[in-house]
């Protein structure tokens, strides 16, 4: 039978049933999941020392001869194996206890590489240089030195396993079936950024020759893992560009209409985008745009704008926010700006009635309703728009990848306008939305004084409500956020909001209007609840994160979050957002008594830094891109090799080279191993 990389790994020589079933715990079930299963690190035992040089308690690396073997039993269920092994300069033993079976693996005269460090214990003890368990390799053997005198792979192992087996069976592997691993890297981009060949590259990751192969193994295959990426990305942008899309016509008038009903100016950066917004929407491909822009810079103004012009061109606007709240709120917000134009504006959500539900459903579909506003439950199945221009997805990191897709699908190709609070670094965006364009945000509307940011220990709570009563008597009102809606016997020291509000009413706040508002208070009742705290009938609102994205009440000015230690900074800075929308001084106080040294650098860089670039950025860093952006985005999961962080440079290596490839014409025909891989990583997206 002839061997392929797809044969099972109990096969492979050295693996047996026991084996393969001990590897199947590390996914690891074929030839090819063997070699590339990279080491988690590298320890270099490249560098020999002479044995008469080395300091006591020093590790280091010896090349030796077998003197003498001792082998002693000492109790009953104590055997000692002491081998002595010369480098010419002095001598050293190996001494291993009740590991009898290695005797017969040592022979006088035989040469050896061995590692370990010598012990101070014993050196102080009986005078003697010994080495406890040293790593050991026979040199002269057909075998190749895996375990020292070299550069030596670290892997991640699982109960079972051992370094030295794994490295055996993994360079048998390589030895084996390398030959099998064929290259997909264009031989073009090979030469220019003198990438080893494939096989070359996979042997560097696993026993690199020396630092400089290991290297450049590890720099080839993150470029593939990039590359291969953003072809699939620039492929979809080409498509989905190559629909013919509507091409609106850009309407002075009511662009300057609804500009005077304002009472601020548009910042310069909310001109440049919705210049770049409104030159793709004018333009007859399909817009495909990711508008990124720190909380509070004022995305939802940019928005309206580009919705009215849609409406102006007899199309109909959507508007998807990802919270029940957030839509009524759009909803309210969008109601007072076009009162003074002739569109119907419409809200559905999952909570509005099944006989008003029906209605709405069908004025969308004749087109009576101009700009309807909701949540997901915009893009059920059964839902058909009567010609719709422009969509808007408001706070695209609540959204996976599937409502992106399924978005697509509806009416013929409308633009499609993204909003997120995320700002990361343009490079990455490339990649995770690597099929969107990109525009930024990046200026605070003037006049935004910095939220004040304090961490206090829960000791302080009664200083933090006296100044907040202070501020309640001026006439500002307050959010404050607790982690869970009701008390939890799982989690006793988390406080929960039922219980906070339950406290304060009678407590400390008896005299001021409080609610409570979380996932289970009925849309209705929330809604309600919403208005009275937007018209200032309520003073301090205690609620769950159900308020953490795009709430905007410019009258709040205090945000006191309870147990903050167990929020993301992510989260946090999306809360904090909440105030500090008003000319106002805001505050946001973190109360927390945080375990651990995450939580405490976290609460830290909140105090610090009010800038959620920053923010993310750290936010990157301390979780992972995994964790950062969810765990289905965009095949980021299947990055092994390449690091977002760390790797920027050569991303943009990458985006370059897949661009060139994805402009030929029919480069599919050309390069149809990589067309072959694209089409595998749009199965798994
Ligand atoms: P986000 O980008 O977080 O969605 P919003 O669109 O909710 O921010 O805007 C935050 C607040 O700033 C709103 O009250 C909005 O009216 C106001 N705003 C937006 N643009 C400007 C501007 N250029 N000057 C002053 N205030 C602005
Ligand atoms: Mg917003």
Redesign the pocket.
Same mark, same amino acid.
């Given at each position: 039978m002839k061997s392929k990389l797809a044969d099972e790994v109990q096969f492979v020589k050295g693996v047996g049933p026991k084996w393969a079933e001990r590897l199947s715990q590390l996914d690891i079930k074929t030839v090819r999941d063997l070699l590339y299963y990279f080491p988690r690190e590298y320890e270099d035992r490249s560098q020999l020392s002479q044995i008469k040089y080395t300091k006591i308690g020093e590790k280091a690396n010896f090349k030796v001869e077998v003197l003498k073997i001792n082998y002693q039993k000492i109790r009953p269920n104590l055997d000692l194996l002491k081998v002595s092994f010369s480098d010419g300069s002095d001598v050293v033993n190996g001494i291993w206890y009740n590991q009898a079976y290695l005797r017969n693996q040592f022979k006088e005269g035989d040469q050896y590489l061995i590692t370990g460090k010598i012990s101070e214990k014993n050196w102080r003890k009986y005078k003697r240089k010994e080495i406890n368990n040293p790593v050991y390799e026979k040199i002269g053997s057909e075998a190749s030195v895996l375990n020292t005198g070299r550069i030596v792979p670290i892997y991640p192992l699982t109960e079972g396993l051992s370094q030295r087996r794994l490295r055996k069976v993994i360079a048998n592997v390589i030895k084996n079936y390398g030959s099998l691993l064929k290259d997909q890297l264009p031989r073009n981009l090979l030469e220019k950024y003198q990438f080893p060949d494939l096989k070359t590259a996979i042997l560097g990751m696993h026993f690199p020759k020396n630092q400089k192969h290991k290297n450049l193994s590890r720099q080839r295959l993150a470029f593939e893992e990039f590359f291969h990426l953003q072809l699939y990305a620039l492929e979809e942008k080409k498509k989905k560009t190559k629909f013919k899309g509507i091409k609106h016509e850009f309407k002075q008038s009511v662009n300057d209409k609804l500009l005077s009903q304002l009472n601020?100016?548009? !910042?310069a950066a909310?001109k440049r985008v919705l210049n770049e917004i409104e030159a793709d929407m004018g333009s007859e491909k399909t817009m495909a745009r990711l508008l990124q &822009?720190d909380? &509070? *810079? &004022?995305? !939802?103004?940019v928005a309206a704008l580009a919705l009215l012009q849609t409406l102006a061109n007899g199309c109909q606007g959507i508007f998807m926010a990802p919270t029940e709240i957030l839509a009524e709120q759009h909803f309210l917000n969008f109601q007072e700006l076009l009162k003074d134009f002739d569109y119907k504006v419409e809200i559905l959500t999952g909570s509005v009635k099944q006989a008003a539900r029906k209605e709405i459903e069908a004025e969308i579909k004749t087109g009576e309703i101009d700009l309807i506003i909701g949540t997901h439950a915009l893009f059920q199945k059964a839902l058909t728009y009567q010609n719709p221009g422009l969509v808007v997805i408001d706070e695209q990191h609540r959204f996976g990848v599937e409502q992106r897709h399924s978005l697509k699908e509806k009416g013929d190709s409308p633009d499609l306008l993204i909003m997120t609070?995320t700002p990361i670094p343009r490079s990455m965006a490339m990649l995770i939305y690597g099929d969107l364009d990109l525009s930024v945000i990046d200026q605070m /509307? /003037?006049g935004r004084k910095k939220i004040a940011t304090f961490w206090r220990r829960e000791n302080r709570r009664k200083k933090i409500y006296s100044f907040l009563e202070e501020k309640i008597n001026k006439g500002r009102q307050a959010y404050i956020v607790c982690p869970l809606i009701e008390e939890s016997e799982e989690m006793p020291e988390l406080l929960a909001a039922e219980e906070l509000y339950n406290n304060l009413k009678t407590g400390f706040f008896k005299n001021n209007k409080l609610a409570l508002i979380h996932s289970s208070v009925p849309a209705l009742e929330k809604k309600e609840i919403m208005e009275k705290f937007r018209a200032g009938k309520i003073d301090i609102l205690i609620a769950t994160t159900v308020i953490e994205v795009?709430v905007?009440v *410019?009258n709040a000015s205090i945000m006191i979050i309870e147990n903050a230690e167990r929020f993301g900074l992510a989260q946090l800075h999306q809360l904090r &957002?909440r105030v500090g929308?008003g000319s106002y001084q805001s505050y946001c106080i973190l109360i927390s008594n945080p375990r651990g040294e995450d939580a405490t650098r976290r609460l830290e860089i909140m105090c610090k830094s009010n800038n959620g670039f920053l923010i993310a950025e750290e936010d990157l860093k301390m979780r992972g891109p995994g964790e950062f952006f969810g765990t289905k985005q965009h095949g980021i999961d299947d990055l092994k090799v390449a690091s977002l962080t760390a790797d920027q440079e050569l991303l943009a290596k990458a985006r370059t080279e897949a661009q060139a490839i994805v402009e030929l014409n029919n480069w599919q025909k050309k390069y149809n191993q990589l067309a072959n891989i694209i089409a595998q990583i749009e199965l798994k997206i």
């Open positions: 601020f100016e548009l !910042t909310q &822009g909380v &509070g *810079s &004022g995305k !939802t103004i609070a /509307p /003037p795009g905007d *410019s &957002g929308r």
